[in-house]
């Protein structure tokens, strides 16, 4: 990318947009533009080639069927692949992370093959799907505040050696192993189960994901009162006592 452009890919959204995770791209491509940012977006529905020539691509969540639709689709293209191998940066939710692992159990309760840009692997809990509110702790090394999102998944993802935790849980079951993580990440891949949508609730992950864009440690400040209100509702109502 040059100094002042940013080429934001939205992947699958007539598959992959499940709980306003659109909002993901609205958030990181205003933050951008407040910042001076060119950015042009790119929406590429699962009948378009994906580009590789993206610097942050996102995927979000969807139901069973869409998800393994979604992965043979992105498997035979190759793009986001090619995209990771370049450099981008991957941000993805729900059954977009589950697709981002080696393998996931589709809608007709098959092992499908993922990508393999992130070391985990996801089952189908066999427990009480996960739903509700999650607080939790990112993992320092990226010097975020605490996460806060919505959880509605039926998928425990196991990480493996070379996946990190994304984040711990205070609150909520993130990745459904019991072990208290949440999501997991690899270099400039990232997975999580938080909608909300996660970065309308959490704006410097967004920020997080312009810096690596840009490699560089800092962003100008914004305004983020609006964004802090409803963070601080959020975290204030899940953990009030029922």
Sequence with gaps: MSDNSLRLVWVYPDLLSTYGDQGNALVVERRARQRGLDVQRVDVRSDQPIPTSGDIYLIGGGEDRPQRLAAERLLRDGGLERAVSNGAIVFSVCAGYQILGKEFVNDMGQRQEGLGLLDVVTVRGEGERCVGDVLADIDPRLNLPPLTGFENHQGVTHLGPTAKPFARTRLGRGNGTGDG???????????????????????????????????????PPLDDRWYEALRNERIAAATQPA
């Design 181 to 219: 993580t949440e999501g997991a990440y690899s270099d400039t891949v990232f997975g999580t189960y938080m909608h909300g949508p996660v970065m309308a609730r959490n704006p410097l992950i967004a920020d997080l994901l312009l810096k690596l864009a840009l490699d560089v440690n800092a962003l």
